[in-house]
C-alpha cells in the first residue's frame, strides 16, 4: 500500500529538484541580461570631447608629477600598449604601477587601495558595486568611473567537435559540474565533457565569468586547472571533448580551437568572430576576426568595460584620472587599444 505513495513522493521531489534548477539558472541569465543593459547604459558615460583631440600631445589639464595606479590584471597588455607612449610624449607625466599588499592585484583590491588614498586612480574591468560607492560616501569621497575599451570572453571547444553554440544556462550547467556532463546532451556527439579553466588566482576575466555566469558557485570538480592560457590551448586541442574560456582576443584568432556562439537561447545565439567561421584547415593563411559590432553593441552576452575609476576632487593630483581616461579616448589611444587586443569604443 506503501509504494504509490512512496512513487509520488519521488515525482513530487523530481519536480522540485526541476523548478530548482530552473530558478537558477533563469536566476543566471537575468544577470546577464541586466548586466548587458548596464554596459549599454554606461555607453553613455564615456567621454566624448576626447574625440575632438587628435592625440595624447593636445590633451589639456594634465597635471606635472609621478602618479600611482593600480588595478586589473586584464589590463596588463593595455598598460604595455599605452603608458610608455603617453610618458613618452608627455614627459612631465610619469605613471607608477602598485601593487596591493598580501593580496593578488586586480580591480577590487586597487579600488580599496583608491579609497585609502594609496593610488591616484584605477584601472577596472568592472563597473564600480553599489557597496564601494556607499563606502566612498561614507568617507566623503565622490567616486567616477569612464568607460575606455570593450573587453569580452569566448568559449572554445575542439574544431573537430560538432556544436552550434551554447546558451548561457548550458554552460553554467557544464562548467559547475551539474546537469550536463556529456556533449550527447546538448545535441552533440556521445563525448564525455572535459571542463578546462585558469585558477581563480589568474586574474578577473575568471572572476568576471565567475559572477556574471557561475554566480560564485564554486566550479565542478570535473574542472581541470591549467596555470597558464598557452598549456590550456594546447590541452584542448588535443581533446575532442573539451572547452575552455579565456578573453575574446586571446580565442579568436586561435588556429587550435574553435570559440563559440553563445546566448540565452539557442534561437538568439552571437558568434564573437565575424562570420563566416574559417576551419583550421585555412588557418594561419585566414584566421578569425573579432566581431567587434557584436561586442561594441553587447549583443554578444559575454562583455563588459575596462573603466578608469578615480576619486572627483579639486586638489590637481587627484585630477589625473581623468586625463588619463582623456588620453585612452583620444583617436590615438583607441588605436592603441586595437592594438593590445581589446575594442575600442566607436
Given at each position: 500500500m506503501g509504494a504509490p505513495h512512496e512513487k509520488s513522493y519521488e515525482k513530487l521531489t523530481l519536480v522540485a529538484v526541476g523548478i530548482a534548477a530552473f530558478v537558477s539558472l533563469a536566476w543566471s541569465v537575468g544577470l546577464v541580461g541586466k548586466g548587458i543593459w548596464q554596459l549599454s547604459q554606461s555607453r553613455i558615460e564615456a567621454g566624448s570631447n576626447s574625440k575632438n583631440i587628435p592625440d595624447f600631445s593636445r590633451v589639456p589639464n594634465v597635471t606635472t608629477g609621478v602618479f600611482n595606479y593600480g588595478g586589473s590584471t586584464a589590463w596588463a597588455s593595455l598598460r604595455l600598449a599605452v603608458d610608455s607612449v603617453i610618458q613618452s610624449e608627455r614627459p612631465e607625466i610619469q605613471f607608477r604601477y602598485v601593487q596591493p599588499q598580501n593580496e593578488p592585484p586586480g580591480s577590487s583590491p586597487g579600488i580599496r587601495m583608491l579609497l585609502k588614498g594609496q593610488v591616484d586612480f584605477v584601472q577596472s574591468?568592472?563597473?564600480?558595486r553599489p557597496e564601494e560607492y556607499q563606502l566612498a560616501k561614507q568617507k566623503g569621497i565622490k567616486l567616477k568611473q569612464v568607460p575606455v575599451a570593450v573587453d569580452s570572453i569566448a568559449v572554445a571547444v575542439n574544431p573537430k567537435l560538432d556544436i552550434r553554440g551554447l546558451t548561457l544556462s548550458q554552460l553554467q550547467a557544464i562548467y559547475t559540474g551539474k546537469i550536463i556532463s556529456n556533449w550527447q546532451e546538448i545535441g552533440g556527439p556521445d563525448l564525455p565533457i572535459t571542463v578546462y579553466s585558469r585558477p581563480a588566482s589568474a586574474g578577473e576575466r575568471v572572476d568576471f565569468i565567475n559572477s556574471k555566469i557561475f554566480q560564485n558557485r564554486e566550479m565542478g570538480s570535473n574542472v581541470k586547472f591549467m596555470p597558464t592560457a598557452t598549456q590550456a590551448l594546447r590541452q584542448l586541442a588535443n581533446n575532442p571533448g573539451g572547452?575552455?574560456?579565456?578573453?575574446?582576443?586571446?580565442?579568436?584568432?586561435?588556429c587550435t580551437v574553435k570559440p563559440l556562439p553563445l546566448g540565452k537561447q539557442m534561437n538568439d545565439l552571437?558568434?564573437?568572430?565575424?562570420?563566416?567561421?574559417?576551419?583550421?584547415?585555412e588557418c594561419p593563411q585566414r584566421r578569425n576576426r573579432l566581431n567587434v559590432k557584436a561586442l561594441r553593441t553587447a549583443k554578444y552576452p559575454l562583455t563588459h568595460y575596462l573603466y578608469v575609476v578615480f576619486r572627483q576632487s579639486e586638489n590637481g593630483k587627484s585630477q589625473i584620472g581623468q586625463a588619463y581616461a582623456n588620453f585612452l579616448l583620444t583617436p590615438q589611444g583607441q588605436k592603441l587599444i586595437t592594438k593590445a587586443g581589446f575594442v575600442p569604443l566607436d
Amino acid at each position: 500500500m506503501g509504494a504509490p505513495h512512496e512513487k509520488s513522493y519521488e515525482k513530487l521531489t523530481l519536480v522540485a529538484v526541476g523548478i530548482a534548477a530552473f530558478v537558477s539558472l533563469a536566476w543566471s541569465v537575468g544577470l546577464v541580461g541586466k548586466g548587458i543593459w548596464q554596459l549599454s547604459q554606461s555607453r553613455i558615460e564615456a567621454g566624448s570631447n576626447s574625440k575632438n583631440i587628435p592625440d595624447f600631445s593636445r590633451v589639456p589639464n594634465v597635471t606635472t608629477g609621478v602618479f600611482n595606479y593600480g588595478g586589473s590584471t586584464a589590463w596588463a597588455s593595455l598598460r604595455l600598449a599605452v603608458d610608455s607612449v603617453i610618458q613618452s610624449e608627455r614627459p612631465e607625466i610619469q605613471f607608477r604601477y602598485v601593487q596591493p599588499q598580501n593580496e593578488p592585484p586586480g580591480s577590487s583590491p586597487g579600488i580599496r587601495m583608491l579609497l585609502k588614498g594609496q593610488v591616484d586612480f584605477v584601472q577596472s574591468s568592472r563597473s564600480l558595486r553599489p557597496e564601494e560607492y556607499q563606502l566612498a560616501k561614507q568617507k566623503g569621497i565622490k567616486l567616477k568611473q569612464v568607460p575606455v575599451a570593450v573587453d569580452s570572453i569566448a568559449v572554445a571547444v575542439n574544431p573537430k567537435l560538432d556544436i552550434r553554440g551554447l546558451t548561457l544556462s548550458q554552460l553554467q550547467a557544464i562548467y559547475t559540474g551539474k546537469i550536463i556532463s556529456n556533449w550527447q546532451e546538448i545535441g552533440g556527439p556521445d563525448l564525455p565533457i572535459t571542463v578546462y579553466s585558469r585558477p581563480a588566482s589568474a586574474g578577473e576575466r575568471v572572476d568576471f565569468i565567475n559572477s556574471k555566469i557561475f554566480q560564485n558557485r564554486e566550479m565542478g570538480s570535473n574542472v581541470k586547472f591549467m596555470p597558464t592560457a598557452t598549456q590550456a590551448l594546447r590541452q584542448l586541442a588535443n581533446n575532442p571533448g573539451g572547452i575552455y574560456y579565456d578573453s575574446t582576443a586571446t580565442i579568436v584568432p586561435q588556429c587550435t580551437v574553435k570559440p563559440l556562439p553563445l546566448g540565452k537561447q539557442m534561437n538568439d545565439l552571437v558568434a564573437p568572430y565575424q562570420q563566416p567561421l574559417v576551419p583550421a584547415s585555412e588557418c594561419p593563411q585566414r584566421r578569425n576576426r573579432l566581431n567587434v559590432k557584436a561586442l561594441r553593441t553587447a549583443k554578444y552576452p559575454l562583455t563588459h568595460y575596462l573603466y578608469v575609476v578615480f576619486r572627483q576632487s579639486e586638489n590637481g593630483k587627484s585630477q589625473i584620472g581623468q586625463a588619463y581616461a582623456n588620453f585612452l579616448l583620444t583617436p590615438q589611444g583607441q588605436k592603441l587599444i586595437t592594438k593590445a587586443g581589446f575594442v575600442p569604443l566607436d
